[in-house]
């Protein structure tokens, strides 16, 4: 009997690895292409986006506003059930602060999703990479951007430093490659392949950033 009652139990458990949905696809200009683990290649280009606090983000702002997109994607991906919701709350921590820095530089809402904010800035990007005009006005004008103080156009041609964003992205880069190399990876969903599955829900508290 009991036998039994343990492999049910054993059945159900894994029932519900399997129905745990996976974390959603990040947009394709975030990982710069199209891959079965997006975090890895994202992580990479933030930080060389980042790298001495954002100093070759100065005079780009259509990079800017990619460089901000993919920060502000690794930030919600600490949310429960996301690909980093199981780290040890400190890389969470980091991470907060550099969306906060990140927020104020360009002059985003507060209380803006991950979501909102990516979808925002990467309107922004692509109409800068054109040229754009019309697109630009457009884009520019997204609600998530409070549009006070200094003009965003400013903002993101002279953003200045993200000294927490840059220290923040390497030391959670530094803990995912840990992870892979030691064969721990697949303990958290960080992977969308179905051979290493999404199986493992967020450990993280249940709260935004």
């Known amino acids: 009997m009991r036998g039994a009652l343990l492999a049910g ?5 894994a029932c519900a690895e399997l129905t745990t949905p996976r974390p959603p696809e990040p947009p394709v ?9 997006p975090l890895p290649l ?14 070759g983000l100065a005079g780009r ?3 800017t506003a990619l460089a901000v997109a993919r920060l502000e994607w690794i930030g919600g ?8 919701a199981g780290l040890p709350d400190s890389f969470r921590f980091g991470s907060q602060a550099a969306v906060a820095e990140a927020r104020g530089i360009l002059g985003i809402a507060p209380d803006a999703t991950p ?16 040229g754009n005009q019309a697109a630009i006005a457009t884009a520019l004008a997204a609600p998530v951007f409070l549009g006070e103080g200094r003009p965003l156009m400013s903002r ?12 923040a992205l390497v ?3 530094e803990e995912i490659g840990r992870l892979i190399a030691s064969g721990q990876a697949s303990r958290l969903p960080i992977f969308d392949t179905p051979e290493i599955g999404v199986s493992t829900t967020g450990l993280g508290p249940a709260t935004g950033y």
């Open 171 to 173: 030391a959670i880069r």
């Open 9 to 13: 139990l054993l059945l159900l458990g």
């Open 42 to 55: 994202i992580l990479d280009a933030a930080v060389r986006d980042f790298d001495q606090a954002g100093a």
């Open 115 to 130: 979501e909102a904010a990516v979808a925002a800035l990467l309107a922004a990007s692509r109409a800068l990479a054109r």
């Open 29 to 37: 200009e975030l990982a710069g292409r199209i891959s079965a683990a």
């Open 156 to 167: 993101l041609r002279e953003p200045g430093a993200f000294p927490n964003a840059s220290l």
């Open 77 to 84: 991906e600490f949310r429960p059930g996301r690909r980093l």
């Open 61 to 63: 702002p259509a990079a």
